[in-house]
């Protein structure tokens, strides 16, 4: 509806949006489900279901101001953690989601990929959201990234042992070890870095997400919780980072 538009107009309370300068990159740390849920007297898997039913709403949003991509962390590698009752809920959400949401995402030019690891997961999680990545492989638009099974330590970890690797097997040269060729090691090679960190829920924390990727970022935080995280409060957010002045160390 805003397309082609220069800002998006202010409907009611919503900031405008100057759209020549939307993130490119957007990751959002989606926290505070089992919070939400204990507000209303819910047991902490219907926060999680609530938040799952919130995602293709700011996907939405993102993909009609031309963010190009959306990184959502969906699950740690240290939320394997928690009860095991509450792990296999989240991870059963991906075969419930795709059905769920994957025409209109398809409708949109909606792209799905994944950032973690893929071992470890059970096969219905992986079935799911390989389905959903094949079946929008050749789609051009939005591509909506879930982390899921990722941790930014192992990711660098791994990074420098594959590094090592092809330093010995003779394809890596170690005087060429520079940010690029540490960027290509990454689970992300192939994204820009996020322009904009939103975390909701009220932490003040990374929590191992992106941590060479996020060096440049502007962060913004909510105390909103995951379910309740809106339009309204994601357009706030690009219109916060829009005010900021960027330097990357420079003047
Ligand atoms: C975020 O919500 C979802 C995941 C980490 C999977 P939480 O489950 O962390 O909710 P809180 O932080 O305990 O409220
Ligand atoms: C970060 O939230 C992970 C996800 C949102 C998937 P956590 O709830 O796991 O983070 P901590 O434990 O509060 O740092
Ligand atoms: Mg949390």
């Keep these: 509806m805003w397309l082609n538009k220069k800002t998006k107009p202010a409907a009611s309370t919503s900031p405008e949006i100057d759209l020549d300068k939307v993130p490119a990159h957007i990751a959002i740390i989606m926290d505070g489900n089992g919070r939400w849920a204990k507000q209303r007297g819910l047991p902490r898997v219907a926060g999680h279901h609530s938040g799952m039913r919130n995602v293709k709403k700011i996907t939405m949003a993102a993909n009609e101001l031309g963010v190009k991509v959306l990184t959502m962390y969906a699950f740690s590698t240290e939320n394997w953690k928690r009860p095991k009752e509450e792990v296999e809920f989240l991870m059963k959400l991906p075969q419930e989601f795709f059905p769920l949401e994957i025409e209109e ?55 420098v042992q594959n590094m090592i690797q092809d330093v010995k097997a003779g394809s890596l040269d170690s005087t060429e070890i520079d940010e690029a060729c540490f960027s290509s090691y990454m689970l992300t090679s192939d994204l820009p870095d996020p322009d904009l960190l939103i975390r909701t829920s009220g932490e003040l924390r990374i929590s191992n997400f992106l941590l060479w990727q996020l060096a440049y970022s502007e ?18 957010a690009i219109a916060e980072f829009q005010r900021r002045g960027r330097r990357f160390g420079g003047i």
Excluded: C, H
């Excluded at 962060?219 to 706030?236: G, K, N, R, S, V």
């Design 219 to 236: 962060l913004w935080f909510t105390d909103a919780y995951w379910p309740e995280f809106t339009e309204d409060l994601f357009l706030q």
């Design 105 to 159: 995402l398809i409708q949109n030019n909606v792209r799905i990929r994944m950032t973690g690891w893929k071992e470890g997961l059970p096969d219905y999680t992986l079935k799911a959201i390989e389905g959903a990545i094949e079946r929008t492989k050749d789609n051009t638009g939005l591509i909506l990234n879930f982390a899921l099974n990722y941790g930014s330590r192992k990711e660098m970890l791994v990074g």
